[in-house]
């Protein structure tokens, strides 16, 4: 391409060079110019579309890239929503989200269908359809109100539940409209298509998991397991197509399929984020805004009327909805503001009925004209409809979401659970650093004061190899780290005795964790369990985690949790309870707790305040855990709470377990913790005795588990 050929450009702009430099310009600018005056920028976005696409100033077409790029941004809004659905709170509120769903999809069909027949004079049939447009939404802010912080919020998991069941429920009516306008609808089309979601359904719940579990054990390639995320969301798709509904309900199911395999904390979530964020989510929505003509509300009167009756119903449908599961569930004035506002947006599955109904012609005038099952006006009332819904989304959305995130923050503060967190990763090996840092990224809190250290100790500093090896094995770590946009403090220490090294630096560095990888293929090895035993353990201030993994954190499937009993009277029981609830809540794995009854009291209170899915199971002596620990299945692993000895939860049997775990789980994933057994000047380090009432523990565990 030459100087002069860009002087005398045509329009709209075909050199693709230059289109995606547009494209990536606007993408840039839009949410730096926007932000200044406090107008959310996937708002810009759309606009921006509008003014440089075909029916703005026609800078650019809407063609094939951009239609191709526009969709794998709205899939990847979907499976991004069904990728962070926490379960275990789905689960425990899906009575809540199916309520929900019954309103928003009842009440603007019910508008819809009562606009469309008694107002615009539409048929049943017609008017059915039309009604259908309004019952689903798209989550276009989703992405956004993650990255404040508030996807576990209530109302956004009431929502996110509500929204795959109502898109689905839409557009079942639209297949059985179009399946009704062609004369198909019968036994045989109920059965095909019911037969055909099932399969769908069972082929990418169960099989998507299983190939997602054996692709990320096998190919540790952090490309290709991007790549294969990728692959996994167009095929579940193409999925749902052959399966007679939309592509969306595809990528919303791939994201639920592979929601406990990539973990919120992890490398490939960040991953997963950023690209859809920087590049596919803008992209959808600069092709949303491409549709938008304003030039047809200019034409007629009657694409006004058409378009004010379907923002009634829609907008005043969802709003209605999310006010009375306000109601209903008492949530607060933001919440039930939030709600509405996810809601409100209407774009991917509407656009998608609209254009089919427009593209079905149900006869032809004498003249010659076609009649079709949505006319031209309600396609252009449509088009009216994405940019105002997604306007009123974009501003209600972030408004209300920000003062949740807000009151979130002063509660954080008030409950002082933003208090200092260090977790010291002690390195030797570099085969352990990768998976030892994730394990890291799992346990640690959410609040600020959150540091990761990565030691080397070097006790020859006049071996050169020593020294280069350290380089390298702190700098795989501080890599790792930063992949998932994390901070790892590298430290090298030099000193003759590794156990006494590494506890001075947790005394200059006041480490809260000491986390230890055990090699692989190795496990206990005599001289470690005396270094443990001996040296690290006598670090009374801090927990100290022992860890082995023979297999990648997020192909674990479920974990066995073994906890003493009188566990619940040490110092640092509600710490080291912690880290395990993290791993729960990060992973999505299910967690099975073997506890006494005492201390399984403890859990069901702490399991109602801070929901993870989660199994518990008397246990009454520590002997039981070796029969325990010996039915664990290949993709399971073991987390045994310990305790130093002196400790009230101690017994002499835990000395066995190094040897156990080396004869009976060589294969498996296991995670020792040792709770500290002294408090250090901290409120919530203290002993929690089995007979502290409920306000007590219960002011504990909000603190902790928020």
């Known amino acids: 391409m030459s100087l002069l050929s860009i002087g005398h450009l045509s329009l709209p702009i075909e050199d693709p060079l230059l289109k995606f430099l547009l494209e990536l310009i606007i993408i840039l600018c839009a949410p730096l110019l926007l932000n200044k005056i406090k107008v959310p920028h996937l708002l810009g976005l759309i606009i921006a579309g509008a003014l440089i696409g075909p029916n703005g100033f026609n800078v650019l077409s809407r063609d094939s890239s951009v239609v191709v790029t526009g969709t794998t941004g709205l899939l990847y809004i979907m499976f991004l929503a069904g990728l962070e659905i926490d379960m275990g709170d789905f689960k425990k509120n899906k009575w809540k989200s199916i309520t929900f769903a019954v309103y928003t999809f009842a009440v603007p069909f019910v508008l819809g269908y009562l606009g469309g027949y008694y107002i615009l ?5 017609t008017s059915v359809l039309f009604a259908s447009l309004f019952s689903s939404h798209t989550l276009i802010v989703y992405p956004y109100i993650s990255k ?20 689905v429920l839409s557009l079942l009516v639209l297949a059985v409209v179009v399946g009704m306008t062609q004369g198909e609808v019968g036994a045989g089309f109920w059965a095909q298509l019911s037969i055909s979601m099932v399969v769908f359904v069972v082929v990418v719940l169960v099989v998507f998991p299983l190939m997602g579990r054996w692709f990320f054990k096998e190919v540790q390639d ?85 378009a004010a009756v379907m923002l009634v119903a829609s907008i005043g449908g969802k709003y209605l909805a999310a006010m009375a599961t306000k109601k209903t569930f ?3 004035r933001d919440e039930g503001r939030l709600i509405f506002g ?33 006319n031209e006006h309600v396609l252009n009332g449509s088009i009216l409809l994405i940019l105002i819904s997604c306007s009123i989304s974009s501003f209600v959305s972030m408004s209300s979401g920000q003062r949740i995130a807000e009151a979130d923050n ?20 570099e085969e352990t650093i990768e998976r030892m840092v994730n394990l890291a990224l799992l346990i640690r809190g959410k609040g600020g004061a959150s540091r990761l250290f990565a030691l080397n100790v070097i006790n020859d500093e006049k071996n050169e190899s020593s020294v280069k090896n350290a380089e390298k094995i702190l700098h795989h770590a501080v890599d790792t780290g930063a992949a998932a946009d994390v901070e790892v403090t590298p430290l090298t220490r030099y000193d003759s005795d590794v156990t006494a090294g590494i506890g001075n630096v947790i005394k200059e560095q006041k480490i809260t964790d000491l986390l230890i990888a055990l090699e692989g293929e190795k496990g206990f090895a005599p001289s470690f369990a005396y270094n443990l035993y001996n040296g690290y353990l006598q670090n009374d201030h801090v927990n100290v985690l022992v860890y082995r993994a023979r297999q990648p954190l997020s192909t674990i499937r479920k974990y066995t949790v073994v906890i003493p ?43 109602a305040k801070a929901g993870i ?39 002499p049997d835990m000395r066995l377990m190094p040897d156990f775990l080396n004869l009976r789980l060589p294969n498996h994933n296991y995670l020792l913790i040792f709770p500290f057994s002294e408090e250090e000047g901290m409120v919530e380090k203290r002993a929690v005795s089995n007979h502290r009432d409920f306000m007590e523990i219960g002011n504990v565990i909000s603190r902790l588990f928020r």
């Open 121 to 125: 004079g539409f048929n049943v049939l």
């Open 148 to 167: 404040m912080g508030i996807s576990k919020n209530l109302s956004v998991n009431i929502t996110l539940g509500g929204t795959m069941i109502t898109d």
């Open 222 to 306: 952090k490309i290709s397991q991007y790549i294969f995320v990728l692959v996994m969301i167009y095929l579940a798709a193409l999925l749902a197509e052959i399966a007679g509904v939309e592509a969306i309900i595809g990528a919303f199911f791939a994201g639920l399929a592979l929601n406990r395999l990539i973990p919120r904390t992890s490398t490939l979530m960040n991953r997963v984020e950023f690209v859809g964020n920087a590049i596919f989510i803008p992209f959808f929505l600069i092709s949303v805004g491409m549709l938008i003509d304003f030039k047809v509300f200019f034409k007629g009167w009657e694409t006004l009327g058409v």
């Open 330 to 332: 008492r949530l607060s």
């Open 342 to 374: 996810m809601s409100a947006a209407s774009a991917a599955a509407t656009l998608a009925s609209v254009m089919v109904g427009y593209n079905i012609i149900l006869y032809e005038t004498a003249a010659g004209e076609p009649v079709r099952l949505l």
């Open 410 to 429: 002063e509660n954080t503060v008030s409950g002082n659970t933003q208090e200092r967190e260090h977790i010291l990763m002690a390195m030797n090996h």
């Open 565 to 607: 009993p009188n566990a619940e009277k040490e110092p640092g029981f509600f710490h080291a309870l912690l880290r395990v609830w993290n791993i729960g809540r990060n992973t999505g794995a299910q967690m099975i707790f073997y506890s006494s009854e005492a201390t399984t009291r403890i859990l069901n209170r702490i399991l």
């Open 613 to 651: 899915e989660a199994e518990m199971r008397t246990m009454g002596h520590w002997r039981e855990v070796e029969k325990i620990a010996g039915e664990l299945a290949e993709d399971e692993g073991l987390i045994a709470m310990m305790a130093k000895r002196g400790m009230v939860s101690y017994t």
